[in-house]
């Protein structure tokens, strides 16, 4: 399995465009998360889902993100419109929930988004 | 969940032992103890898992105590290459697990 896949690595945007974060999870992981990680704040949960169903959004700064995942294989975060203080490294990760204490998280490399 | 207190950062020297301690005063019956690694420009990585006693895996060994209110992780004979932020995190995990992360402890390791 080639892991977690995010994808861009990196996103330079404009104040008040839409960006779109993509993450591709581990075939067969049921649980997948969203992490935002700056210098100021370090390693934040926005959001995260367990069977395709978001459980828990108290993480999710604003309106302005939100989080989908359409399917077992794909999940996106929005930011619209973005700000520059959403600039940050953005983690998603996933992790096989439910196996009795067996919750490896593994994570993607990343995106970094940088808000002009 | 239960909310963990670790130092905010630790020097050390190639070759010898480092222990970080976690304090998790307010564990759960049910909560597993976990540690990460995050090496800069990276995600963080699963270092070892344990719910009691004495775990060990190639990389390192956690110890926890009787009473389960805190936990060491213990890198033998460290190298340059462990320099990275070492996270401890406490959860239920069965089940709608909530990985939630603290401020981790920043290791430098000194040639």
């Known amino acids: 399995d080639a892991g977690v896949i995010q994808s861009p690595r990196h996103e330079v945007t404009e104040m008040g465009q839409e960006v779109t974060l993509r993450c591709k999870p581990i075939s067969g992981h049921n649980s997948l998360f969203w992490y935002r990680q700056t210098m100021m704040r370090g390693l934040e949960l926005l959001i995260y889902?367990?069977?395709?169903?978001?459980?828990?959004d108290s993480g999710m700064p604003e309106d302005r993100f939100s989080a989908k995942m359409p399917n077992a294989s794909f999940s996106t975060l929005k930011i619209q419109p973005s700000e520059p203080r959403d600039s940050a490294v953005y983690f998603c990760a996933s992790s096989l929930s439910g196996a009795g204490g067996n919750t490896e998280a593994f994570f993607g490399q990343g995106t970094r988004l940088t808000v002009v | 969940l239960a909310k963990t207190t670790q130092p905010i950062s630790m020097d050390s020297y190639e070759g010898q032992e480092v222990n970080i301690t976690c304090s998790h005063n307010n564990i759960a019956t049910n909560d597993y103890i976990t540690w990460y690694q995050q090496f800069p420009s990276q995600g963080p990585r699963f270092i070892i898992q344990g719910y009691k006693t004495k775990v060990t895996n190639e990389v390192a060994s956690l110890f926890i105590p009787a009473d389960r209110k805190s936990s060491t992780l213990s890198l033998p004979r460290v190298s340059l290459s462990d320099t990275a932020v070492y996270y401890c995190?406490?959860?239920?995990?069965?089940?709608?697990?909530?990985?939630?992360f603290g401020t981790g402890t920043r290791l430098t390791i000194i040639p």
């Open positions: 889902f367990n069977n395709n169903v978001p459980i828990d």
């Open positions: 995190l406490v959860g239920d995990f069965f089940g709608n697990e909530k990985l939630t």
